[in-house]
């Protein structure tokens, strides 16, 4: 795709890409084209300030060459928007047939289903570069983002911010604010709170998932599948956890969290009173399986070092 | 004997080497990731678990124990069989194509003494074969262990095979017709995704067709998706009338009708196509 036009390793051509917007002063950009001793030791010491900067900067390059493959980009959206339109017809016929599952109302699913799409747009938006990993790891660019002071993770994801994750948002947002009303949350100012930050918890367990299942590529040869398997265990967050049976709870909450995605973070919102203990930790837990999926990531990067390839 | 018919005769065996050699590439193809397989597997198995524990939970909140004509097992059956036919018939013709395209290879393709459209179907036999005998064989065995004789052991069984053979013709139509969109297009994701979209839905993979409305139905029953997965699924579980002779020719005409159009259609699309195809270098 367009993207390694920006980013090639170590070329001048590339570079001048995204050094020109950022300016010759802006030690990062130089330590990239010359990488010279000084500027790599000072990467150490560098801020959230820094990180957003680039990530700006990255972005807009990003846009201008998805926007430069039109056709392509608009297609790209549609199809989008067919998979969500047929995620959603999927449930209506669902429920046109059954009127409950396990005590869940239609518009208590509608809740559900709603929190786990707006849960899985960061992971669309802003990790969509994973789908790209195994490409890059098995023709050996991969090794260009190991050259560059800044961290290997921030910088491949940062290369490709994926659009068409806000049609997937807008349509979430819609269906929640309709569910919402029909189930009578009501709105607060603590309420919204609690929705951001579980929100926010809940995508941390499906960029999690993703991860580790992309960081497999460093050592499974063919480890497409494994991604696009994980892709489609998220189609069932949007059921309630308390459908399995005790082992199959504990797999799906503990080893492959995906009850996490929509389950335990939306039973703060729909049962205030009877909030189960996972509920409130899951912040904690996401903030912790983020980092062991990063770990896992860094781990296989330190693996693809050593290969030599 | 005269030496004409000699000929052909040599031609015929070496067009089945041919045939048989780009079979046997798929074979070893798929071999070479055997952890893949392996690991492919096991998370199949988990996602039928996840399938498992969803219908139960519907079917024990339905309070009934058949819904339009599908029991509980029926139901089972027909998702886990449809999903291991998917993994069998699963083909990268678009995304193989495109990339073709982008390398330049797909003019080697071209040349080759065979026709396009030929030659890719068989090298992915190989495949075909391939999953089938590691992924959907064990799937149907232990199905048919856990449901404990729900599924009918017969006749029923080789005309499900006959019809999956259908089945994958028209899949592998379906495929090519796409994959010639993109020719086009210079969008494989998209064009991929509204594919595998339209599929899965309308096709019964992911909820048995006979749950839909009856207005959706209807539409559904005149589209080619059903071929594949729909109808082999109904015969093997002896359910649209396929328990009779007539209902069963029915359904395989059906499939048939829908190779031939698909095929037709398919073959003019790519020969008016293939004249416009833009390589860049190669």
Known sequence: MGDDRILNAGSGGGVSGFSGGVGNGEKGINGANGGSAGTLAEGRRRGLGFYVRIYRKILVQDLKSKMSYRADFIISTIGMIMTNLAGFLTFMILFGRFPSINGWDYHHMLFLYAFSLIALTPVQCFFDNNWNLRFMVQSGDFIKYCFRPVNVFFYFMSEVFDVKGLGQLAFGVGTLIYAWNKIGLGVSVVIILKLIVYLMTASLFMIAIMNAAAATCFWIQGSGYVMVIMFRFKDFAKYPASIFSSVFKFVFTFIIPIAFIAYYPSLVLLQPDSVPLLSWLSPLIGLLFFWLSYKFWMLGVRKYDFTGS | ?282
């Open chain 2, 1 to 282: 004997m005269s030496s004409n018919e000699t000929m052909t005769q040599g031609r015929k065996r070496r067009t089945n080497n041919r045939l048989w050699a780009l079979t046997r590439a798929g074979i070893m193809e798929s071999l070479q990731f055997r952890l893949g397989t392996f690991v492919t597997l096991f998370a199949n198995l988990i996602y039928l678990v996840l399938v498992y524990y969803l219908w139960k939970a519907i079917y024990d909140s339905a309070g009934t124990d058949v819904v339009n004509g599908m029991s509980f097992n029926d139901t089972m059956i027909y998702l886990i069989l449809a999903t291991a036919l998917f993994n069998f018939l699963e083909m990268f013709v678009v995304w193989d194509m495109s990339r073709a395209i982008q390398s330049g290879k797909i003019i080697l393709d071209l040349l080759k003494p065979m026709k396009y459209r030929r030659y890719t179907f068989w090298s992915y036999s190989g495949a075909h074969v391939m999953q089938f005998i590691l992924s959907f064989v064990p799937t149907f065995i232990v199905v048919m262990i856990v449901t404990g004789g729900a599924i009918h052991i017969g006749l029923n069984m080789i005309w499900f095979m006959i019809s999956v053979i259908f089945a994958l013709l028209v899949n592998f139509n379906i495929e090519m017709i796409v994959a010639t969109i993109c020719l086009y297009t210079e969008s494989t994701w998209g064009i991929n995704i509204v594919k595998e979209t339209i599929v899965l839905l309308l096709s019964g993979a992911s909820i048995p067709l006979a749950f839909f409305p009856d207005s959706l139905a209807r539409i559904v029953k005149y589209l080619p998706f059903r071929a594949v997965y729909d109808t082999p699924l109904s015969i093997l579980l002896q359910k649209n009338g396929s328990d009779e002779w007539l209902g069963l020719f029915s359904l395989w005409g059906q499939q048939i009708i829908w190779i031939v159009i698909l095929s037709v259609a398919g073959t003019l699309f790519w020969n008016h196509s293939v004249k416009k195809i833009t390589v860049n270098g190669g």
